[in-house]
């Protein structure tokens, strides 16, 4: 599995012979008794180090000179003691946490992986194994980390026939057929890879969720997977329907409120934790594009998840529930759809039970390239709650384009809300919709791996930089060496801006083709929903382009802290990237690079041509240092990006000026075809529309 990817970033190949020296371990110490999870972690050293080095170590009983030595409280007293200078910076590492250190104990020289549990072990062997794979220059080990995030999951957007929505990696992993009886490898595979993260938590089911799931065959099969996650500290949930009990025909309504509906509940989650004792608990959608949900019966979202919260409640279990939220009918449709959200969630702020998190989209539209970050962060200060972000690229060109997601994650982790500080210390948890399947590359390309990867990291340590994270992660994946790895993070760091100059510039959202939600269609205006409508948001005619949002359009604005408000109000002092997402100006509009508008944005299409033909060009001359089926891959991607990229540009500007009317300044290359050549394309094949 050296070529095709599979290994993702646990690589392990040889490391050049210096390298290889600096590698003193003569020998593996785990002192008491193994566990699964121990069992785990000397499994994936033996891995690391014999592909490393060629030979895997002995486990020993005593500690001696030159030993790998794991080791926790209660399994070393030392480490424990008074005099211990460990003991404190272990004390504060929590469950999960770990520390990496050169050590002497018991007077010998050791190099010690620390924890408080055996998954701090685990995460502290990953670590060290990152490390010496890929050693960031000269450091030494001194390595301590905890997770700031308790709540790490990924959602997989999977159906039980293995179609997988919105996703891009062929059918999912999850064979419900086979199980409980067969537990594919891959699954011991994803929990290694998860765990290498310390993702904690996978809800193994599409939110937009059957009945079926929580009947006792599913129940069983979902056993079996969380039978294999167990040693890997990864725990399931499972996307629960809101009328599960009515659709299963054992109660007469879904009211949360009903005494059957909830009594249906708890002996449901019994059951579910007679099989699963370590069962996380339920992620739910409702009352979001046509899901059932307690407003069906008048009821609120917080006495919906607070009936679920009650059942699951004596098992520790917890409820995720969405604030996606759109309604079919209402005032939103004429006037904002990104209101709603925080219009319907704001003022059930602490109403929810204390076992319910509210999981949030990084923005308030739908994982567009480039949203500011959603106004509920700041704004429910008694609620916990969870960022939902998208690593599988619904709308930034699939598996297909290259965009690494790390550098839109950090964009919204960082963003301050002058409420509550940045984003990321709203959060306490955080959820990623899964770019995973079962191709032989995971994620459909191989540098969707890096998404999967950053999302990670990221959920770990949200203040962590992305562009640390695309080193690491190109130095495991590809390699150490810096005329491999430098270019590949330049690569990684220029890509998502280069997406949204071809697709979305200035500010623009939702403007790709209905459904598939692949390629350009800004021209799109007779939907059922108007909400639906590319049109509804570029608002785009003779006289100018954008969404106002200010007091004098939908004043969703007001929904952010009042110094963004007062910041945004003006579109002098908007930042640039999201001009045209909170106002609506005119072509001639004075950009600040001298042009206008119009010559503005036409410049950014271009540059987004541009980027992707530097993208490619700078993947080229890498071809004598890459493996050659992971260079031809990547390659066949990268030159379908950049028609992709013409694509987009080309449709895009026959649209617009088609609206404004106006000529395209000198130097602006012209659509390769008139606009109906571009109404006319159609992509009925597109996967991932589940
Ligand atoms: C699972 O449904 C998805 C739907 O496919 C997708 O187009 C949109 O992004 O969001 C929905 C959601 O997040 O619920």
Excluded: C
Aim: overall charge neutral; proline content about 7%.
């Amino acid at each position: 599995a050296d070529e095709d990817g599979y290994d993702l970033w646990l690589r392990y190949r040889p490391l050049e012979r210096a390298a290889q020296q600096r590698i003193q371990v003569r020998s593996i110490v785990l002192p008491g008794a193994p566990s699964p999870t121990t069992d785990a972690a000397l499994a994936e050293l033996n891995k690391g180090l014999s592909g490393m080095t060629g030979r895997a170590p002995a486990s020993a009983a005593r500690i001696s000179d030159g030993a790998l030595l794991l080791a926790t409280p209660a399994r070393l007293p030392e480490l424990a003691a008074a005099a211990s200078p460990l003991r404190t910076e272990l004390a504060a590492l929590g469950d999960e946490g770990y520390l990496l250190r050169q050590a002497r104990i018991q007077g010998r020289n050791v190099t010690l992986i620390a924890a408080n549990s055996d998954i701090g072990l685990l995460y502290g062997a990953f670590a060290w194994l990152r490390e010496t794979a890929a050693p960031a220059a000269s450091r030494a080990l001194a390595v301590s980390s905890a997770p700031k995030l308790q709540l790490r999951l990924l959602n997989h957007w999977d159906n039980l026939d293995r179609t997988v929505e919105r996703g891009y990696a062929g059918q999912s992993i999850w064979d419900w057929w086979a199980l409980p009886d067969i537990k594919d490898q891959r699954y011991t595979d994803y929990a290694r890879a998860n765990a290498s993260l310390g993702i904690n938590g996978t809800v193994l089911n599409n939110v937009n969720s059957k009945p079926e799931v929580l009947t006792a065959p599913f129940i069983a099969k979902a056993a079996a997977v969380a039978d294999v996650l167990r040693p890997y500290g990864i725990k399931v949930y499972l996307s629960a329907r809101f009328s599960t009990p009515l659709e299963l025909h054992e109660t007469a309504t879904a009211d949360p409120l009903a005494p059957e509906v909830q009594q249906w509940w708890r002996a449901k989650a019994d059951e579910i934790y007679q099989a699963i004792p370590d069962f996380g608990g339920f992620l739910v959608k409702a009352n979001s594009e046509g899901q059932p949900g307690p407003q069906d019966y008048h009821r609120t979202h917080a006495d919906g998840a607070n009936m679920l919260a009650a059942a699951v409640a004596p098992h520790k279990g917890i409820v995720m529930w969405r604030a996606f939220v759109y309604a079919p009918k209402g005032a939103h449709l004429a006037d904002d759809r990104a209101k709603q959200a925080y219009e319907e969630f704001k003022p059930l702020d602490g109403k929810f039970a204390a076992n319910v998190l509210v999981q949030v989209k990084n923005g308030a539209i739908d994982f567009q390239p480039r949203e500011p970050f959603h106004p509920l962060f700041g704004a429910m200060p008694k609620t916990p709650l969870m960022m939902e972000f998208q690593i599988t690229k619904e709308y930034l060109g699939y598996s297909t384009d290259l965009a690494y997601l790390g550098a839109m994650f950090e964009e919204t982790l960082e963003s301050d809300t002058k409420a509550a500080g940045t984003v990321a210390q709203t959060l306490s948890g955080m959820a990623g919709v899964a770019n995973i399947g079962s191709d032989r590359n995971w994620a459909g390309s191989h540098f969707d791996q890096a998404n999967w990867y950053a999302y990670g990291r990221l959920a770990w340590n949200p203040q962590a930089k992305s562009r640390d994270i695309a080193a690491e992660w190109a130095a495991l994946t590809f390699s150490p060496d810096q005329r491999v790895a430098a270019p590949i993070v330049d690569m990684l760091m220029m890509s998502r801006e280069t997406v949204v100059d071809y697709m979305t510039p200035l500010g623009l959202h939702h403007l790709m083709g209905t459904s598939h939600h692949h390629g350009p269609a800004p021209w799109v205006d007779n939907l059922e929903r108007p909400d639906w409508n590319p049109v509804y948001y570029h608002r785009a005619d003779r006289n100018g382009i954008g969404f106002n949002r200010t007091a004098t359009g939908s004043s969703a604005l007001q929904q952010y802290a009042p110094e963004i408000a007062r910041q945004y109000a003006d579109p002098r002092t908007t930042p640039e990237q999201l001009l045209l997402w909170f106002h609506h100006l005119p072509w001639d509009y004075a950009m600040p690079s001298g042009r206008t508008l119009w010559a503005e944005l036409l410049a950014r299409y271009d540059k987004g041509v541009a980027g992707t033909k530097s993208l490619h060009a700078r993947w080229v001359v890498l071809k004598p240092l890459i493996d050659a089926r992971r260079y031809t891959e990547v390659e066949q991607r990268l030159a379908r990006q950049i028609n992709n990229a013409i694509l987009w540009r080309d449709a895009s500007i026959a649209y617009f000026q088609s609206v404004s009317g106006l000529p395209l300044p000198p130097g602006v290359q012209a659509p390769a075809h008139p606009l109906s050549y571009y109404k006319a394309l159609s992509y009925p094949y597109a996967p991932g529309r589940g």
